[in-house]
C-alpha cells in the first residue's frame, strides 16, 4: 500500500443539474460481459477499489461471481462467489479481486432514497448499515442471486434510459434494499438466535453519533437533541449495546483516528486536531487505553501486519 498521501481519497456522487443527488450504478473494474444481459454501455466504476478510499454516500455491491478479498475498517472479508456488500459514508474500504467479477455497484446518497422512499424504513434501520452492529456482508444461495440478477438487469435497462422517471428508479432501490433487509435479519437469527432488535432510541443515538462524532463528543450534546436526560441516555445505551454512551462516541473518534495512522502520513498531533482534539497528549493517553499501543505503535503494528 502507498502511505505518501495526507488524507484519504474522500469520492462523491456526480451530480446531475436540477435533480435529486443522483444514483450510479456501475460495473466492476476487472468484470467481463460473457453474454448479451449485461449492458454493454453501463460505465465501469472510475475508482481505484483496489487502494484504501472512503465515499460520502452509501454503496451496494452485488457479487455474481469472483473471488478475492474486500476490506472494510481493518476486517477482511474473503469474497467466494455471490453476495452483497453494504457500504456507508465515511468507511474505509478497498477490493482486490484474483480472478474476473460478475455483478454490480449501485452508488446512492441518503437524500436518494429518502425522497423516493419517503414511508419506508430510514437507511439505518437496515442491518447491514446499522451503526455499531453492522452486519456488511449477506452471501446467497443459487436462486437468491438470479432473483438479484433479474432485479438489478431491470434497474440497469431502466437506469440507462434517459426517459425513464427517476422515480421508478427510486423505488427500485426501496424495493431492492428492502430484499437485502429480509434476507439480512434471516442471516443474522441464523447466527444468533438471541439477536433482537435495538429500540429507536438507541438507534438514533447511533445514527446521530456516526454523523456527528467529530464536532460533538459530549453525551449531554447527543441527550439534548433526542430529548431526555444525559443519565437515561447512558443507561439505555449500556443495556443495549453493552457500553457507555460516552465510550461509544469515543470508540468513533478512536475508529477514525486509526484510519488517519494507517492510511495517511499525518503525525499524531494532527490527528488529534482533526477529530477535535485540542490536547494531543490527551490523544495519546486514551488511544493508549484502549488499545494498549501509542498511536505511533498502533501505525507501525497494523501497516506490517496489511496485506
Known amino acids: 500500500m502507498d502511505y505518501m498521501s495526507d488524507a484519504i481519497p474522500i469520492h462523491s456522487l456526480p451530480k446531475s443539474p436540477g435533480k435529486i443527488p443522483d444514483l450510479k450504478i456501475y460495473r466492476f473494474k476487472n468484470s467481463t460481459v460473457q453474454n448479451q444481459e449485461i449492458p454493454v454501455s453501463l460505465p465501469i466504476t472510475p475508482l481505484p477499489t483496489d487502494a484504501p478510499h472512503r465515499h460520502t454516500y452509501y454503496e451496494m455491491l452485488f457479487i455474481e461471481k469472483g473471488q478475492g478479498f474486500h476490506e472494510i475498517d481493518f476486517y477482511s472479508y474473503p469474497v467466494q462467489g455471490a453476495g452483497l456488500h453494504f457500504l456507508t459514508p465515511g468507511q474505509v474500504h478497498l477490493l482486490h479481486f484474483s480472478t474476473p467479477c460478475q455483478g454490480f455497484i449501485v452508488a446512492f446518497s441518503e437524500d436518494f432514497y429518502s425522497f423516493y422512499n419517503p414511508t419506508a424504513a430510514s437507511l439505518a434501520q437496515f442491518p ?180
Open 128 to 307: 447491514f448499515f446499522q451503526p455499531g452492529r453492522r452486519q456488511p456482508i449477506v452471501a446467497l444461495s443459487d436462486t437468491e442471486c438470479h432473483y438479484f440478477h433479474n432485479l438489478l438487469e431491470n434497474m440497469v435497462s431502466d437506469h440507462l434510459h434517459d426517459e425513464t422517471d427517476q422515480a421508478i428508479i427510486g423505488r427500485y432501490l426501496g424495493l431492492l434494499l428492502q430484499k437485502c433487509g429480509v434476507l439480512a435479519k434471516k442471516e443474522a437469527k441464523l447466527l444468533d438466535s438471541s439477536s433482537r432488535s435495538v429500540p429507536e432510541l438507541v438507534g438514533r443515538f447511533q445514527e446521530l453519533v456516526e454523523k456527528n462524532f467529530l464536532e460533538k463528543h459530549e453525551v449531554q450534546q447527543y441527550a439534548t437533541t433526542l430529548s431526555v436526560s444525559p443519565d437515561y441516555l447512558s443507561k439505555i445505551v449500556k443495556k443495549c449495546l453493552g457500553t457507555s454512551s460516552q465510550e461509544y462516541i469515543l470508540d468513533k473518534l478512536l475508529l477514525e483516528a486509526k484510519r488517519l495512522l494507517v492510511f495517511t502520513n499525518l503525525s499524531s498531533k494532527e490527528i488529534a486536531y482533526h477529530i477535535h482534539i485540542d490536547d494531543p497528549s490527551y490523544f495519546g493517553r486514551i488511544f493508549k487505553r484502549k488499545t494498549g499501543l501509542t498511536p505511533n505503535e498502533y501505525r507501525e503494528r497494523v501497516r506490517k501486519s496489511a496485506i
